[in-house]
């Protein structure tokens, strides 16, 4: 990688990691996400064992699955998972092949094509409403 003394001290100081693991500030940094979003996933145990340790002094160690899995959470959230959803899911998501999670997400895409429909039918509920009221006005 190699981009000299000064690159590489930067880099170290940004990660502000030590070995595999970080605290919650750098997860934060890393993932976009604010530390209060982090501690309500863990909250939720959307961890697995190991992915998160609490240490003596009350700080939580985060390691680098623990960053996948978090940008993992945000995935699923953008694919319109709920919490419930990816939380039973993902316990075994680092263990499922490939066709295993082609048919999860086919099952979600089902989901949200079914979504589509509805908001398509209240879109246009809505649009005929807005056209009676628009022509009511007209005719005044």
Do not use: C
């Not at 590489?8 to 919650?24: Q, T």
């Not at 939580?60 to 939380?87: K, N």
């Amino acid at each position: 990688m190699g981009g000299g003394a000064v690159s590489d001290a930067k880099l170290s100081s940004d990660l502000k990691v030590k070995g595999e693991v970080m605290r919650i500030s750098e997860l934060a940094r890393r993932t976009g996400l604010a530390p209060s979003a982090i501690r309500f996933y863990e909250d939720r145990d959307m961890f697995s064992p190991g992915q998160v340790n609490r240490q003596a002094n009350g700080y939580r160690d985060y390691t680098l699955e623990a960053q996948r899995r978090v940008e993992l959470i945000l995935a699923g959230r953008a694919a319109g998972f709920s919490l419930a959803q990816m939380r039973e899911r993902m316990t075994h998501w680092e263990d499922m092949g490939d066709d295993d999670r082609a048919a999860l997400l086919e099952e979600q895409l089902e989901v949200i094509d079914g979504r589509l429909t509805e908001l398509v039918s209240a879109r246009e509920t809505v649009r005929v409403a807005l056209e009676t009221l628009r022509g009511r006005r007209r005719a005044e």
